[in-house]
């Protein structure tokens, strides 16, 4: 984004205020950016007739084995209906198996299965090079900029889903 009045400049400096100006450069390219962001996954969706919704509960099944319908509803922020019609495909279709909660029967507990775990690393891996491509092009200190920005955007409970997904992972 351009310098404004009362910026101190580029190079990690404090910006002291944006412009309205900044603010639309900044919303253009996170709009440009995300659709490059999503490109290379939607070809591959695309090949085999799921969409984003698709994408995204296998992501989070993926880093989270074992999730419930419930705590992927929540995450996802979807209805139960139009995740449903989703998990069903998946299952249908060999990629996500459901299986029964042992304390509680009523949870049904959600595993990528093998073919599932394949399409779940040739979408991610397309992202992933095209994340560490621009993190090597900006450096460490756009990079953790870059993600203080995207969580100080998040709502509470979304940065807490976020947070409980990091420490999973350690």
């Known amino acids: 984004m351009a310098d404004g009045p009362g910026s101190q400049g580029h190079g990690g400096e404090l910006l002291l205020y944006l412009t309205d100006e ?3 450069q900044g919303i253009e390219a996170m709009f440009f950016a995300y659709r490059a962001f999503t490109a290379d996954p939607d070809r591959i969706l695309q090949g085999l007739h799921y969409g984003r919704a698709h994408h995204r509960a296998i992501h989070f099944i993926n880093i989270a084995p074992g999730t419930t319908v419930n705590n992927l509803l929540s995450i ?3 209805t139960k209906q139009s995740l449903n019609r ?3 495909t998946l299952i249908e279709d060999g990629l996500v198996e ?3 909660g ?3 029967k009523r949870e049904r507990h959600l595993h990528l299965t093998e073919a599932g775990a394949a399409l779940e690393h040739q979408l991610s891996e397309a992202q ?4 560490r491509a ?3 092009q900006a450096g460490p200190e756009a990079v953790a900029g870059f993600r203080r920005v995207l969580e100080a955007m998040m709502d509470p409970e ?7 997904l990091r420490e999973a992972r350690g």
């Open 128 to 131: 992933r090079a095209r994340m």
């Open 76 to 78: 996802l922020g979807v």
């Open 86 to 88: 989703v998990l069903r």
């Open 98 to 100: 459901s299986k029964v």
């Open 158 to 164: 979304m940065r807490r889903h976020y947070s409980g």
């Open 22 to 24: 900044q603010l639309r």
């Open 102 to 104: 042992r304390a509680d």
């Open 134 to 136: 621009a993190y090597r």
